[in-house]
């Protein structure tokens, strides 16, 4: 087995000069200052890397991942990424991304030993005893883990809005615009849950609506409708919620990659 990765560097110092052919002086531009819009919180997954899904370069996002795309109020390491992007990068976005099918929340929704990360997820377990109504109303394991994954990202998304380096920005009239989204990793598409909020006084609705909506989706992702026909035999089953409502199906329609 090589163990000194020259792989890698081959394909590194392709990568480069593949991009200083496409951009000449790019490096050395970057080399001056870094002027990110955006504070990417995503998960540690290695399907989920925040640049490439983005389509944007080195020196578009600044990035701060973990397991479970988790904000925890005294998670030193995030709340010094975010004071560092907002503070003194001066971002304008600070967007939540979780993933369907995310192995942490999977742990916690089912009560998954992993070691040490148990205590990590212990946040997530949180969020899930504060939704358990909601979730055990779900027909099956496939919903309630789609749900979840969602729900995790309205939850970190609300903390983030509270930590003091988001409230301090918005009281001095510093524009931070707050982002829930959730990536399917069956088509590599980003969807926006609504939790989009651009001050204090926003965070209450932006968060019930945002609810309402998981809600009557059921955990009604394109992913866990496939889950749950393989768990049936059968064709994707209709969204949970019987309440008439266009969000219903918008999650659910798109087709998996090399689906007809
Ligand atoms: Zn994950």
């Known amino acids: 087995m090589p163990y000194r990765l020259h792989d890698l560097f081959e394909r590194n110092r392709q990568w480069a000069r593949e991009v200083e052919a496409e951009r000449p002086g790019f490096f050395t531009k970057l080399l001056a200052q870094q002027e990110p819009q955006y504070l990417w919180i995503g998960c540690a997954d290695s ?3 925040a640049n490439e899904i983005l389509g944007l370069l080195p020196g578009d996002v600044f990035v701060h991942r973990n397991v479970a795309n988790v904000v925890v109020h005294s998670d030193l390491n995030a709340l010094s990424v975010m004071q560092y992007a ?19 929340v ?44 969602e729900l995790n990202v309205l939850e970190q998304s609300l903390n983030a809005c509270e930590t003091t380096v988001v409230q301090d920005a918005w009281s001095r009239g510093q524009v931070v615009v707050v982002h829930g989204w959730v990536y399917g990793l069956h088509n590599g598409l980003l969807e926006d849950l ?37 768990q049936a035999g059968a064709a994707p089953a209709a969204p949970f919620s019987e309440a008439p409502c266009a969000a219903l199906a918008a999650p659910a329609v798109r087709p998996a990659p090399g689906a007809a």
């Open 47 to 49: 399907r989920v890397p």
């Open 86 to 104: 907002i503070d003194q990068l001066h971002v304008r976005h600070l967007i939540v991304v979780g993933h369907y099918g995310c192995g942490g």
């Open 106 to 149: 999977t742990a916690a929704l089912h009560d998954r030993r992993v070691g040490l990360a148990d205590n990590w997820l212990r946040h997530v377990k949180d969020v899930r005893h504060k939704h358990r109504a909601f979730l055990d109303r779900l027909p099956d394991d496939a919903r309630r883990l789609a749900a979840l994954c």
């Open 194 to 230: 609504e939790m989009t909020v651009r001050g204090p006084g926003e965070v209450a609705a932006a968060y019930d609506r945002a609810l309402a909506a998981i809600h009557l989706r059921g955990g009604a992702s394109a992913l866990a409708a496939q889950a749950s026909a393989a």
